[in-house]
Nanobody, 121 residues
Framework: QVQLVESGGGLVQAGGSLRLSCAAY????????MGWYRQAPGKQRELVAD???????NYADSVKGRFTISRDNAKNTVYLQMTNLKPEDTAVYYC???????????????WGQGTLVTVSS
């Protein structure tokens, strides 16, 4: 069993910053890629950023230069530092893990429960 637990969401004014964290729990050997998706009301879930175990990053165009993704492989934890937040960043942010290898099996993917980020204008 693998669980992703997110923290760090909340309410912030436009121009402010927030840091999201997501820790993966379970008997984990390795996680290929970890990342963050978001879903705003009435919209589809979209990729925000992801990072491989080797540190290669990928960002949505809308967040490039404002958000930074990082991870601690030893802690199976991924972070999302968000700066210069805009009202359009308001969404539920979901942590995602791709190809999670454990002592029992390899899970193709796992999702966190989501954390709400609200940016006021």
């Amino acid at each position: 069993q693998v669980q992703l637990v997110e923290s760090g969401g909340g309410l912030v004014q436009a121009g402010g910053s927030l840091r999201l964290s997501c820790a993966a729990y379970g008997s984990i050997f390795e996680i290929n890629a970890m990342g963050w998706y978001r879903q705003a009301p009435g919209k589809q879930r979209e990729l925000v950023a992801d990072i491989t175990s080797g540190g290669t990053t990928n960002y949505a165009d809308s967040v490039k230069g404002r958000f930074t993704i990082s991870r601690d492989n030893a802690k199976n934890t991924v972070y999302l530092q968000m700066t210069n937040l805009k009202p359009e960043d308001t969404a539920v942010y979901y942590c995602h893990a791709n190809s999670v290898a454990t002592v029992i099996k390899t899970y193709p993917e796992r999702w966190g429960q989501g954390t709400l980020v609200t940016v006021s204008s």
